[in-house]
Every structure is written in structure tokens, then in C-alpha cells.
């Protein structure tokens, strides 16, 4: 048995959901734990593409249990919606079972209409949050004014909470930001359908992983963003709201620190970003549209287009660092195909001083700083059959190499391509 948590070390859509299918065969749990509908996993099976906001990716394997952890922000719209569609598309297999933590946070109209309403209010504050209701569900949790599913699921204390919700919000959204009011009797009724349709998967999820480890299964924790989204430790304020450093995963459903065996970072072959906020090896030239074209660069979630560029290892060395990384993970290297030359960004230079460990915690500093790269052969051949690291050419081997050389973790699996196969495993965290 093993408990695996996976984490990005950039800043989110690095590819964790292909790599989280592939795992999900051999674990029996598979939990998400924080984060909530901001996050957005494609799949790619048998060359129907699936897209994923809340459910995790490993739904789609028979017999697994899948749970939603208390650290996650619920929309149950869009949950109900998933679970409706997976099932019309007969992709909800028979013996899945899934688990929703009765103390997750449910997000309410309110928190989407702040959200929304929020985002450049105030000239030069505009963080490109996907507008989900994140942030300000989060919020309420930290207030203890909150709605968890629990509460959603008692209708007396769901009432009184709305109550008093409805009218702290309504005051914020129209006095505060000029936005529309909330209709209180419409999301009582419409919340109280939800209720109905989320009751029997509501459980206290940190019992289901107990057994779990007590029957020495295998559980994969599945982290959703990015170590530089992580509200503590990222490129703050241009974060999430939550924890997604792997120590989330304990805080998030219940697991003892001292029962994790593997962290696994995923890192995408270069560096993508959606939203606002300072990235150094941003390339607004043809390389980078060539990156963000050939490799599909849009949100899974806004449909934006994400801003490409050079891989940034100060990121991911600093993600290793804080998340405890025990393997790497890389993905869509093939996207780096045809390139005479590549640069991989070592540390970043400012007023004579050089970090090649951490992102300056500043927002200013970091804004300043100019990248520092080592320059390589790249590669023109085709690396979507290699099925191990030998077959790579040897530009991408290089690449490959450097990339551990200089984050000192081995690249355990390699992804060459979007499909399941197309996958060079070095190593397995549960075989
Ligand atoms: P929020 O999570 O919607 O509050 O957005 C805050 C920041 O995190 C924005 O820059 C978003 O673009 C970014 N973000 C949130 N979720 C994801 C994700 O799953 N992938 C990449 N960026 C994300």
C-alpha cells in the first residue's frame, strides 16, 4: 500500500489530470483536497476528451472511491452536473463509489457574483480569477460564516445561515459594488434541491480514508492548481485562495502527516501561466504562440489563453522544497519538438543579486528580476512512441537530465504526448 499525493510545481495546468488517470488504475482512493471548480482536468480516453472541474480524474476507472475532501469550496451546480453528465456518457462506472466530505464548503451565488464583482474594482487590483466564487467561499470559511455541506444538508441551519448570508452579501454587492442583489427564497429553492441530490454522497471522509489505509490500500491525493497559486507560499497576490502544496492533502482530508509515503510534482516541459501576475520566462514572440498553439494553451475552465514560456526552474525547485517532491513528473515534452535551441531558466538577477532558490516574496522584487538561462540543442525528431528514456533524442535526454541536475529529484515518468500511452514510466509510485 502507499498514500501518493500529487501536486504542480508551476502555476497549475501542468497536465495532473492525464497523469492522475494513469496512477488511478493501481489506487483504490483517489481524493482531491483543496480548490474547487477553478480547476479544470482534460482527459484524453480513447480520443474522447473529457473535461473535469470538480470530480477527480480517476472517476473513470471501475471501482474506485473517489472523494471530495473537507478542504475543498463545492459548487453543487456544477457538481451535479458533472456526475449527470458521466453518467448519460455511461462513464461513471458501475462499481465507483463517490464521497463528498460533509464539512467542505459549499459556494453560493453570492460568492460568484463577489467574485465577479470584486475583480477590478479598484484600478490595478485585477488578479484574473476564474471568477468561480473561489476567494470569497474561502473567505467565509476563515469568518466561520460558511456553508458547509452539512449545514446545506440541515435545513434549519440552512435557513438561518442563509439569512444571514444573503443579507451581509446583498449589502456588499449593491452598496459596496453597484452589483445586483441575491434573490434569497430562489437560492433556498434551488439549494434545496441540491440537498436532495447530494445527501447520499455526503459522508465524513476522513473515516473513508482511515479504512482505506487500515485495509492497506492505495491513495492517491490529488492536488488541483499549482505550488506558485498556493495562497501562502505563491506569487501572492496573484494566488489562489487555498493551500496546494502537497501538505495541503493532510489539512484537506483528514491524513496523518506521518502516513505519506511519495509526493510526486508534475512540471510541465515549460512554463504556462493564466491570469495576472509577473512570470519571467513569459515569451510574447512566435515561440511562444508556436508553445501555446501546438499545445492547446487554453484554460480548461475560462477558455483563456494561457501565457507560455521557458521552463522556469526556480519555480519548481522552490515547489520541491515546500511540497517535499520525492519524484517528478514531466509533461507535453513533445510540445518542445522542433526547436534548434531551448532555454531553461536557472535564477533570476536583481540589483546585482541572484536567486536560484525562491521567488523574492515581494510582488515588486519579483517584477524586477530578469531571468538568467542556460541555452541548449533542442530536437526536431518525433518523441510521441518513445516508451523510455533511451528512446528520446538526445537533445530531449538532455533536457531531461538538466532538469534533475538542477532540482535534484529524478523524473519518474516523462509524457510525450496527450493520450494514456503515449507515456514513458521510469518508475511507479504503487507497482
Ligand atoms: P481563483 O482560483 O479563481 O480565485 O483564481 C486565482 C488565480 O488562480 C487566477 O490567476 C487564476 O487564473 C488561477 N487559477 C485558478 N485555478 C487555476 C487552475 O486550475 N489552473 C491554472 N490557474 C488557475
Known sequence: MANVIIVGTQWGDEGKGKVVDLYARHADVIARFQGGDNAGHTLVVEGEQSIFHLIPSGILHDGKICVLGNGMVINPAVLIREIDDLRKRDLFPP??????????HIIMPYHRGLDSAREGYTKGTKIGTTEKGIGPAYE????????????????????????????????????RYGAEPCDRQQIYDEYRGYADRLRDYATDT??????????????????????????????YPFVTSSNTVAGSACCGTGLGPTEI???????????????????????????????????????ATTGRKR????????????????????GLIVTKLDILTGLDRVKICVGYSLNGETYTEHVPADITNFEQCRPIYEEMDGWTEEIGEARTIADLPSGARRYIERLEALTGVGVIAVSVGPGREETIVVDHPFV
Open 95 to 104: 462499481h465507483t463509489r463517490l464521497c463528498i466530505s460533509d464539512k467542505a
Open 261 to 299: 509515503d511519495a509526493v510526486l510534482g508534475i512540471c510541465k516541459a515549460y512554463t504556462t501561466r493564466v491570469g495576472g501576475g509577473p512570470f519571467m520566462t513569459e515569451l510574447t514572440d512566435e515561440i511562444g504562440d508556436m508553445i501555446q498553439q501546438k499545445g492547446k494553451e487554453f484554460g
Open 140 to 175: 467565509d470559511k476563515v469568518t466561520r460564516t460558511g456553508i458547509r455541506l452539512c449545514d446545506l444538508l440541515n435545513d434549519e441551519v440552512f435557513k438561518e445561515k442563509l439569512v444571514r448570508n444573503v443579507e451581509e452579501k446583498n449589502f456588499l454587492l449593491t452598496e
Open 307 to 326: 501565457r507560455c514560456g521557458w521552463l522556469d526552474t526556480v519555480l519548481v525547485k522552490q515547489s520541491v522544497r515546500l511540497s517535499g517532491i520525492t
Open 206 to 235: 476522513s473515516l473513508v480514508i482511515r479504512r482505506a489505509i487500515e485495509q492497506g490500500n492505495n491513495i492517491l491525493f490529488e492536488g488541483a492548481q499549482g505550488g506558485h497559486l498556493d495562497i501562502d507560499h505563491g506569487t
